[in-house]
């Protein structure tokens, strides 16, 4: 391939692998999609290719459905442990972030929630919701008429606001707060004042640190009593995470994240998503397999200083 053919595919591969993250919720598996993309490019007969752009857009799209359709990734999925990827704030993986919408179509909660469409129902919300194409655009990269994508998105839309928490978008300084608010109680073993920060629908999902099922609490007393435990510092925990962790604050996927890193190295994250004043829902991956990315990144920044130096 030419200069010209590689530059043209460079220029947009930030672009692909946002689309290919949000589709599939993995930020290894998006970069496998965008290097799939950039081999069917190297082989195109690109002379041919129109719009560049459209054409990477389609095969990206193509690549990351036949993944999402696959024997391996319904197993996957299937298994009960499989939880997004999280990704730390400035990661430009996690693409734009100019509207609400396109915020909130990468918040952990509602890359969870997309797992509860099809999969050409989740293309086209993200190709709509995230990155604003039309529907006559969406209906050439799918091949689908313009009536099926309306369709679509109308299906999607009602499908994750059905499972959506209104309460308008908190800002990071606010959602900070009421984290650290949320620690210092769970730290306490205060279950009073820990319930009292908690929404009535409050839901709370680990992916028991790749070793079991994923774990869902869904009232307030069963999510104040996992915090409360799961914050508990033992013996056996320390093990596991390989020393005493340092307890961080930071943003994940625009969302406020509770981080425990061993030496520069994050072992688990819980994030959360902050509704009028209290926590709406908590997110906890611990497996090692989804805290690749982030760790990269973690250790290409500094750090505000940790909120408990000693866990």
């Excluded at 915090?227 to 961080?248: C, D, W, Y």
């Amino acid at each position: 391939m030419d200069s010209a053919g590689i530059d043209r595919f460079e220029a947009g591969r930030g672009r692909l692998a946002s689309i290919a993250y949000r589709l599939l919720g993995s930020a290894a598996d998006a970069e496998d999609a965008v290097q799939d993309t950039f081999l069917r490019w190297q082989a195109a007969d690109r002379e041919r290719v129109e719009v560049p752009e459209a054409w990477l857009t389609k095969v990206v799209t193509r690549v990351c459905l036949d993944r999402l359709r696959s024997a391996q990734a319904r197993h996957e999925r299937a298994a009960g442990a499989w939880l997004p990827e999280p990704l730390l704030e400035g990661d430009p993986m996690l693409g734009p972030a100019d509207t609400f919408e396109q915020r909130e179509s990468v918040s952990l909660a509602v890359l969870t929630l997309l797992e509860r469409l099809s999969p050409v129902e989740r293309a086209v919300y993200v190709l709509r919701e995230a990155f604003t194409y039309s529907h006559a655009e969406i209906a050439g990269i799918l091949d689908i008429t313009e009536s099926a994508s309306q369709q679509h998105v109308h299906r999607a839309r009602i499908r994750v606001a059905s499972k959506r928490r209104r309460g308008g978008e908190a800002d990071p300084a606010s959602a900070r707060r009421v984290v650290a608010e949320f620690l210092a109680a769970a730290m306490s073993g205060r279950t009073e004042r820990l319930v009292a920060l908690l929404t009535d629908d409050v839901t709370a999902i680990s992916d028991g640190a790749g070793l079991a099922r994923r774990l869902r609490y869904e009232t307030r007393e069963q999510v104040a009593s996992y915090v409360r435990a799961g914050f508990r510092p033992t013996p056996a925990k320390r093990r596991l995470a390989g020393g005493s962790p340092e307890i961080h604050i930071a943003l994940v996927n625009g969302s406020p994240a509770v981080l425990a890193v061993v030496d520069d190295r994050v072992v688990g994250a819980v994030a959360f998503e902050v509704s009028d004043g209290k926590v709406a829902s908590l997110l906890g991956i611990a497996a090692a397999d989804r805290l690749t990315r982030l760790n990269e990144a973690w250790q290409q920044h500094e750090p505000a200083a940790p909120v408990i130096n000693a866990w």
